[in-house]
């Protein structure tokens, strides 16, 4: 019994040894905190329902870069790319793969090893189809609604550049009918007013120093003119109903 222990023990060290696992090793280490950094991002309580579809637009290219032809990428659909073309594929040592793995191919043993690398890079390419097609799989790129979302980012949504992109909140109460529901065709109206408004006033400094998206709103929502009448009331209630919306299942699961 301990010397069939001591073999599988002997065993594993020499396959840790390997050089071909000792690539896989160093590959992983780069490509998987990607996946667990957004798989953070989607258990977060706060609201991140406004760049939720930058981060895996960005994971997803980021993916297909490594191994796929840079030019194809950026002048396709990502609904339409052919993940598994080899037309469109990288030469093998064209493949990114993190700078460690570019540090240990440059050694010797490794380098000069035909067969070794032949089987490395098929493996890694093949996780990066895997994982890209999976993420396809699960997430809409074409999803107007999440694409509208970014724009109440704190970020965006005083640009102008976006206001003149996004002149209107119709558009993006069409998608939501029940919360729309809640709102007169005047209040409607005022939204519309409101949204075009926002790049137009000087907020205060404690507002537009703010870093977070939800603590912006918030604060906008107490904003007054001389008056003393709110300047944003009925555009940032509006926003909070969006806001509720879940980004992800992990508070269920909780």
Known sequence: MTIDKLASVEEIVKSLRSPLVRLHYLFLSWILPKFTDVNKYFQSSGVVITEVHEKMRVLFQEILMA???????????????????????????????????????????????????????????????????????????????????????????????????????????????????????????????????????????????????ESFWAKLMDIQNEEEEFIFRTLTKFVFYLFSLPHANADAER
């Open 67 to 213: 191994y796929l032809d840079p030019r194809y990428v950026q002048q396709k659909n990502f609904s339409t790319i052919e993940l598994r073309n080899e037309r469109y594929f990288l030469r093998d040592e064209q493949i990114y793969l993190g700078t460690r793995v570019l540090s240990q191919m440059s050694k010797q043993e490794i380098s000069q090893n035909k067969n070794l690398l032949r089987d490395f890079y098929s493996s890694v390419r093949e996780f990066l189809i895997t994982a890209a097609s999976e993420i396809r799989d699960r997430y809409d790129f074409n999803n107007t609604f999440l694409t509208y979302m970014s724009i109440f980012s704190y970020k965006k949504s005083r640009d102008m550049n976006v206001h003149i992109s996004f002149p209107s909140m119709v558009p993006v109460l069409s998608l939501v009918p029940r919360i729309k529901a809640f709102f007169n065709d005047q209040e409607i109206q005022a939204i519309d007013d409101e949204w075009r408004k926002l790049p137009l006033v000087e907020l205060p400094d404690d507002v537009t120093s703010i870093k977070s998206t």
